[in-house]
DNA sequence: CACAATTCAGTTGTGCACAACTCAATCGCG
DNA sequence: CGCGATTGAGTTGTGCACAACTGAATTGTG
């Protein structure tokens, strides 16, 4: 095989984590008045859109696990974002639930995501195009991972 | 503002992130034969390439500064893959240069864009556009990071 | 009902990303 | 030359990602 695919130009790993990197940059800037990161981020979306939810499914939606949940609702809870309560029909599970405060914050993302779409220079049909892609090469990346373990 | 906007499918950078930890997953399998995580990989990619080069260099292409890099490098060498040595004519320099060892893993890591290739499911010309649009979004979000700081 | 298997959140340990900083070497300007 | 500014690598501290694990609650099966 030709050294041409080891080339670090070539790698589509290395643009996707890059062009993520970059993003954080951006992002950092625009919520550090938020007093969010990014991830934290993440999870305030799925919280003011969907309201009340186990750990678990917040998990689903962000492909992330309880490792990396738990301490993060923790900071979010120490900074009085949101409430966790463990739920009274399956003691397992822990409910997760914005605070005034929380749900107040909403208000004030509430222009990030266009300044982040003026950031990328790319319009919306461009956007979209892209974002299916990603999910799509997602998707593959996904079912070729369930292979893997077999 | 509708809120279409705050909704996390909506949201470009999360099919990025989503998109970079998938890649990861399937990386993560592969280099572990290699001894390598996904970020020493890269590193020994731009080795491979350019041979022996200053930590400097070697962030410049990878986007990583030293407080990434210096940690990297140590468990490479840890590892027998490389070598750090100051630079006789620029003694704040360090350069890192390949082992036998480390030169030697190449070989091995021929197979893994073939087998990456796969797992996405693209072919060679819808990884290349993919990269290109990637690689444009980082520009435009690097541009716009710089206008932030001013 | 009993009890093994599963589910859920959380903890621990490792590694990466990045800001802020230190410290030594080098550069550049007067 | 002398000295302040800059550069390069490294350290420290915080937060995220994830594997591997623990322990308690629940489920399913005989």
């Known amino acids: 095989m030709s050294d041409t695919y080891l080339r670090l130009d070539r790698q589509i790993c290395f643009s996707l984590n890059a062009a993520s990197r970059a993003f ?36 689903e939606r962000l492909r992330l696990d309880s490792g990396t949940l738990s301490p993060l609702l923790k900071r979010l809870e120490a900074n009085g974002l949101v409430r966790r309560e463990r739920s009274a029909r399956d003691e397992r599970s822990v409910n997760v639930a914005l605070t005034e405060e929380g749900a107040a914050l909403k208000e004030r993302a509430a222009e990030v995501p266009r300044r982040i779409a003026a950031a990328t220079g790319f319009d919306l049909a461009e956007i979209d195009d892209l974002r299916a892609r990603l999910n799509q090469l997602t998707e593959a990346l996904d079912a070729a991972a369930l292979l893997q373990d077999a």
Chains 1, 2 share one sequence.
């Open 24 to 59: 954080g940059s951006v992002y950092r800037v625009l919520l550090k008045d938020l007093g969010l990161t990014y991830p934290q981020y993440l999870v305030m979306l799925v919280l003011w859109e969907d309201g009340e939810l186990p750990v678990k499914r917040l998990g």
